[in-house]
């Protein structure tokens, strides 16, 4: 049976708050026997990286450019694109369910992948969303990273 896949999406400048929270929901993946994928470069990705590798999980990075040498130092598997921005799609539509930990605009194009291919997102200091331009859809807020986990998970 193949493993559960996880999308953690952030930005690739953060503030020490989200690099921690980032790092402990990295943990959590690992922990829960599940698989992280993320954009594989720094910043939330590079934290949630670090924090599945010390807990002994698979990070895969799904890199914008040519090289997997972009990926940040704990992706076990780099899988290199070359498509920019683009692979935002790749990133919110490999995992069961999306977290979004804080981010900017790359963060929010993300958000509205997943979304509209039905994936859960679940928010810990992201995006607020209007719901009726959202067409209903909603980001779930989490209280922890552990909860967060387990809401994508339960789904």
């Known amino acids: 049976m193949p493993r559960v896949l996880i999308s953690v999406i952030g930005g690739a400048d953060c503030s020490a708050a989200e690099a921690a929270v980032a790092e402990q929901v990295g943990a959590e993946i690992a922990r829960a026997g599940a698989v992280l994928v993320t ?64 981010g900017s605009l790359g963060t929010l194009t993300e958000i509205a992948f997943a979304l509209k291919r039905g994936i859960p997102v679940v928010g810990l200091g992201t995006w607020e969303l209007d719901r009726v331009r959202a067409g209903g859809a909603e980001i779930i807020r989490a209280d922890t990273p552990k909860q967060a986990v387990e809401i994508i998970l339960k789904r």
């Open 39 to 102: 954009g594989g470069l720094s910043g939330v990705m590079e934290a949630v990286s670090r924090g599945a590798h010390k807990a002994g999980g698979l990070v895969v990075g799904i890199l914008p450019g040519g090289s997997a040498r972009d990926a940040n130092r704990y992706v076990d598997v780099p899988v290199v694109t070359g498509l920019g921005d683009a692979r935002n799609v790749i990133v919110a539509g490999s995992g069961a369910g999306v977290i979004a930990i804080g």
